[in-house]
């Protein structure tokens, strides 16, 4: 896992994985009591992997 993120009633999960991971992840949460409406995933995009290559430093 990557991060985890709170904002107002969302829980915003970081991890690198595919579908199958999301789901366990998702059942684990649900099984320990987390409900949830809905679950998505979003893919990383160009500005995300920059950040993780350079972890925000400028040269």
């Known amino acids: 896992m990557q991060g985890v993120a709170i904002a107002g ?12 991971l999301a789901a366990r992840l998702l059942t684990e ?19 995300d992997a920059f950040l993780k290559v350079t972890q925000g430093r400028l040269q």
């Not at 915003?12 to 994985?17: D, E, H, L, M």
């Not at 949460?29 to 500005?47: H, K, M, Q, T």
């Open 29 to 47: 949460l649900v099984g320990r009591g987390s409900r949830s409406a809905a679950s998505r995933a979003v893919a990383a995009d160009l500005e």
């Open 9 to 20: 009633r969302t829980l915003k999960v970081r991890f690198n994985g595919d579908e199958a």
